[in-house]
């Protein structure tokens, strides 16, 4: 089993900082994803990177896929309490077609 | 609007009772999804399909089961609910497209308690 290491667990800031979320793994996926997840809600997508060393950007939010593929973070500039919520990775791995989650990092950003 | 539903959103049960979750997309995806969603686990796969009569085990398959008689449906069966199966219960379908695929898409969840 493919496992998918999220750091930190919890972050809290305040409005306006920026912050960091790693999605780490030994081993190689094909593809890797970023969800966000509000109370009661299911998980809804962010971004998929695909290459290794793509940079992909949302607005505040950008999404960087590690150069062998086995990595990742996320980074919000100039946090919102909008921001607030879980962020998942999701390694995509063609071979068996399923997805590996991580844990999730808590963000709660304050006003 | 496509969309997935799941039903019921919240469940209580009692240990040794059998369960059964709904879950309906209208998206037309081949893939579905089951996953429980517990603190400091994350999203844990629990059975999934790729297309109508076919079922897969996933990483947490035991105690349940799956069946797809439709592209819509995929109800998943608690046979005999035990405590630790009290979480939250999300189903989620996708598309496979050429080599990456694409989002899974998630229903709202069902919070099932087992007392």
């Known amino acids: 089993t493919q496992l998918l290491e999220q750091s930190p667990q919890f972050l809290s800031i305040q409005e306006g900082e920026n912050l960091t979320v790693y999605c780490n793994s030994s081993s190689v996926f094909s593809s890797l994803q970023w969800y966000r997840q509000e109370p009661g809600e299911g998980p809804v997508l962010l971004v998929t990177?695909?290459?290794?060393?793509e940079v992909k950007k949302l607005k505040r939010l950008t999404f960087q896929f590690g150069d062998a593929r086995k990595d990742s973070s996320l980074h919000i500039t100039a946090a919102q309490p909008g921001d607030t919520g879980l962020y998942l990775c999701a390694g995509v791995d063609d071979s068996w077609g399923k997805f590996q989650f991580g844990a999730g990092t808590q963000v709660v950003v304050t006003p | 609007d496509a969309e997935i539903t799941q039903s019921p959103r919240h469940k209580i049960t009692e240990t040794g009772r059998q369960v059964t979750l709904a879950c309906h997309q209208t998206?037309?995806?081949?893939?579905m999804f089951w996953y429980r969603q517990d603190l400091g686990h994350g999203l844990r796969l629990i059975h999934y399909?790729?297309?109508?009569?076919?079922?897969n085990k996933g990483e947490v398959s035991d105690g349940y089961s799956v069946s797809r008689s439709n592209t819509e449906d995929l109800p998943l069966t608690l046979e005999s609910a035990a405590s630790s199966q009290t979480s939250v219960y999300f189903c989620?379908?996708?598309?496979?497209?050429?080599?990456?695929?694409?989002?899974?898409?998630f229903g709202p969840g069902t919070r099932l308690t087992v007392l």
């Open positions: 998206w037309n995806h081949n893939n």
């Open positions: 990177v695909v290459t290794g060393g």
């Open positions: 399909s790729y297309g109508v009569q076919d079922t």
């Open positions: 989620a379908s996708s598309e496979f497209s050429g080599t990456n695929y694409n989002e899974q898409f």
